[in-house]
Structures are given as C-alpha cells and as structure tokens.
C-alpha cells in the first residue's frame, strides 16, 4: 500500500507561480513511479507530469516550459513547480502513485494505483 498526502494548493494570480507537494508513505520500492494529474469538474483526470523513481520525466505538452516536476527520494516527497499560471491551469491536483511499468513515466490515470485526495489550484485573471 502507498499512501499520498498533496499540499501546497490556493489562489494565485495569472504569470504568478506556485508549488505543490506530495507526502508519499508506504511500499515504494521496486518498479515505482509518481504522477501529477488534474481535473475540471465535468471533464476528465489529465496526466501533467511524471516521474520514475531514477529520476526519468515527462510532460504534457501544454505544461512543457512552465511545469517542472521533481522528487526528494530522502524526504520522501514529490513536487510539482507551476510557473506563469494561467487561468486554464485551475483545477484540483491529485498525485498519483503507479507500479505497474519500469523506467518509464507514464501520463495514463490508468496505470495508476494510489491515488491522493487532491489540491485545489485557482488561477485568477
């Protein structure tokens, strides 16, 4: 079992900046990865960033640039740097941790097995 705590979440005006974090506890060894999703409601979960635990990343491309996602395998925590904020960018973030794939670092809310119970992120204009 892996158990993940988000924090970090608020308002923020458009081109401000904001960081996320994620408490991660529990099994983690072996094949592992973490993941950064958000949602609107109505819309469906969308994968933002990834990251397998030798460091490996990914991205969508809408956040490429902005977005920077990272972890702090000693603390025990993952981290989602958001940069030029914009209105779009508003949704509740959820960290997400998967176990099912090997050095790669999915965006798919498929292969994700934990889930934490989200941040909310508000970008005014």
């Known amino acids: 079992q892996v158990q993940l705590v988000e924090s970090g979440g608020g308002s923020v005006q458009a081109g401000g900046s904001m960081r996320l974090s994620c408490a991660v506890s529990?099994?983690?060894?072996?094949?592992?990865?973490l993941g950064w999703f958000r949602q609107v409601s109505g819309k469906e979960r969308e994968g933002v960033a990834a990251?397998?635990?030798?460091?490996?990343?990914n991205y969508v491309e809408f956040v490429k640039g902005r977005f920077t996602i990272s972890q702090d395998n000693a603390k025990n925590r993952l981290y989602l740097q958001m940069n030029s904020l914009q209105p779009d960018d508003t949704a509740m973030y959820y960290c997400?941790?998967?176990?099912?794939?090997?050095?790669?670092?999915?965006?798919?809310?498929?292969?994700?097995?934990?889930w934490g119970q989200g941040t909310q992120v508000t970008v005014s204009s």
């Open positions: 997400a941790a998967g176990t099912s794939y090997s050095y790669q670092a999915p965006l798919r809310s498929d292969v994700y097995n934990y």
């Open positions: 529990g099994h983690t060894h072996g094949s592992f990865y």
């Open positions: 990251i397998y635990r030798d460091g490996t990343s």
